[in-house]
Every structure is written in C-alpha cells, then in structure tokens.
C-alpha cells in the first residue's frame, strides 16, 4: 500500500514504531493516513531495532516527537521515563512514548483499546455479571486483566506457566489454571467471554491452538487479540461451532487513537476514524 503524504519538509515531525522483529506491524497504516486526513505535518515510520538504547540514542539524534513501543521493549522502556502514567506502573508495560523537554513520558494505551473494542463487541457498558477467561499471563494478560476487574468482570487466567497465571490472578481474586485438561475443566463457569492474549496461532504458525483441549458450545464470545492471521485457528474453531468472534484488530485501531491523542495533545474522535475508512 502506498501512502500519499501532503509534503514532507526539515520541520516534518517524526513519529514511528519500535520494536523487533517488527514483522508484523499495522500502525503506519494507520498513523500515515490518519495525518495527511487531519493535515498534521508528520510521518509515522516503523524502526526494527535489536537494541532498545541504540534506537533510543537516534530518537535523540532526529528528534523524534513518539513513539508506539512493542514487543520486546514493552518493559524494557520503562527505566528510561522521566514520568510514568498509573496505568504503566499498575501494568507494569509501557506501550507508548511521548517526547517533552525533560525526557520521555511513558504511558499505556493497550488497556483502554482493549475495553472499547471488547465493550463495543459484546455491546455493553460494562461486565458485571460476566464471566470471562483469560488465556496467557504475559504484558497482553496483565492489562487485559487488569480491564476486566475494573469493568466488573469475573475471571478465570490460564497459562501453560501455572505460577504466572497464578501471580496475575491473585491481584484481582481471579481463579487459575493451566492449559491442561484441568485448568480447561474450569473454563465451564467462565465461559461467557473468552480472550486469547498469547500469541500462539499468529502467523506463521497458523495452526497452533493454545486452547485446543476446549470444545466450544457455541454461546461463547471469543475476542483474540491476534490479527495477522485475520482468523486464528481458535478463532476459526469458535466461529464453526456458532459462537460470535472478534479479532485484535479493531482493539489496536482503539488503542492507536488513544496514542494520536497522547502525540497530538488532541482529542480524535471516532468519527475521524470511521471518516479514514481502514
Ligand atoms: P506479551 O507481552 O505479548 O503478552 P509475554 O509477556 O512474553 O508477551 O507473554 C507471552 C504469553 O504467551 C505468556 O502467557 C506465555 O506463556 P508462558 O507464561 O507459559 O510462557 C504465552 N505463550 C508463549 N508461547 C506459548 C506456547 N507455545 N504455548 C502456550 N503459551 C505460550
């Protein structure tokens, strides 16, 4: 896909993505459009970077105003903040940056984009009286986590590491297990909503299932926060057994407009979205 850009000058602010491999990667897809729509003199480039202080050093050098930071630096980033949000230290990962004078401030927009995108799904304002499973124990599960006990949900974490599935569950009174024929038998009264946050099943290994062991009734909503594929193999299996699924896109289209709002000091609206017709 290419980008039309208005014009891009010495005063063109940079913005970009870090991470790596940084294979897969929607965010300039996003960004690009979304500043020649809004007319912001800015580009947004993806830096696959094998070291976090080397691609720090040349955000000073080219002055870069911020940037989305993704795996593997989530956690990494943060030691180099001069101010963190709350939702970055109860989190405890860091998602985007944004320059100011005295260095970077740090802040986290994947728990906000995951609640929207979930609440818009299942069409409610919050879950009390849900009961949702949360597969994996990684940054993902933490602010997802951390979501569905503020929205009121009830949870049950999985991972095929029990202890950090423990750890995670025990900060919010959730039940645990792991991927086992065990942890799967408990899925029985936590099966309302069930989000996959691993990334288990993304390309290019398509046919891996983290919840093979489970059969779908078919009542079940199912979110996974992968995209690339469009349709994981869990997604799939639920879909064919009648239950209503959605992927992780619509999740980092919600997440990006918090960060545009964070880079901007503006506040997107989503009709600017739906306007940039994705
Ligand atoms: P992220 O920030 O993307 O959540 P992470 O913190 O490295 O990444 O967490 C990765 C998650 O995927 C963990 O829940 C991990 O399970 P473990 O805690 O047991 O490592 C899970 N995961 C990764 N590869 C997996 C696999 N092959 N099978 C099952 N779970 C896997």
């Given at each position: 896909k290419l980008y039309r850009f208005r014009k891009i000058t010495g005063n063109t602010k940079v913005y970009g993505v870090v991470g790596y491999?940084?294979?897969?990667?929607?965010?300039?897809?996003?960004?690009?459009?979304?500043?020649?729509?809004?007319?912001?003199?800015?580009?947004?480039?993806?830096?696959?970077a094998d070291s976090l202080n080397s691609f720090l050093r040349l955000a000073e050098e080219i002055q870069l105003e911020g940037a989305s930071v993704t795996i593997p630096y989530k956690e990494e980033v943060i030691p180099h903040l001069i101010?963190?949000?709350?939702?970055?230290?109860?989190?405890?990962?860091?998602?985007?940056?944004?320059r100011s004078p005295r260095g970077?401030?740090?802040?986290?927009?994947?728990?906000r984009g995951f609640s929207d995108s979930l609440l818009k799904f299942i069409g409610r304002k919050n879950l009390f009286g849900k009961r949702v499973t949360?597969?994996?124990?990684?940054?993902?599960?933490?602010?997802?986590?951390?979501?569905?006990?503020?929205?009121?949900?009830?949870?049950?974490?999985?991972?095929?590491t029990v202890y950090r599935a423990k750890d995670l569950a025990q900060r919010y009174g959730f039940a645990w297990g792991g991927l086992d024929n065990h942890g799967i038998g408990l899925m029985?009264?936590?099966?309302?909503?069930?989000?996959?946050?691993?990334?288990?099943g993304m390309m290019p290994d398509v046919d891996a299932d983290p919840l093979?062991?489970?059969?779908?009734?078919?009542?079940?909503?199912?979110m996974d926060i992968i995209y690339r594929p469009e349709k994981t193999k869990l997604l799939s299996r639920a879909e064919d057994a009648g239950c209503s699924i959605i992927n992780g896109y619509d999740m980092l289209i919600?997440?990006?407009?918090?960060?545009?709002?964070?880079?901007?000091g503006a506040d997107l609206d989503n009709q600017i979205i739906q306007k940039l017709n994705l």
């Open positions: 491999p940084l294979t897969v990667t929607s965010s300039p897809e996003f960004f690009n459009p979304l500043f020649t729509q809004e007319k912001v003199d800015a580009v947004y480039v993806p830096f696959p101010s963190r949000s709350e939702k970055v230290d109860y989190i405890g990962a860091c998602n985007t940056i944004v970077w401030m740090g802040y986290n927009t994947d728990a949360i597969i994996g124990a990684g940054g993902a599960a933490r602010a997802i986590a951390a979501e569905v006990y503020r929205l009121k949900g009830g949870g049950l974490i999985l991972n095929r029985d009264r936590y099966s309302h909503i069930i989000i996959q946050t691993t990334s288990v093979e062991l489970y059969n779908f009734s078919g009542k079940e909503m199912v919600q997440q990006a407009k918090y960060q545009y709002n964070l880079f901007m």
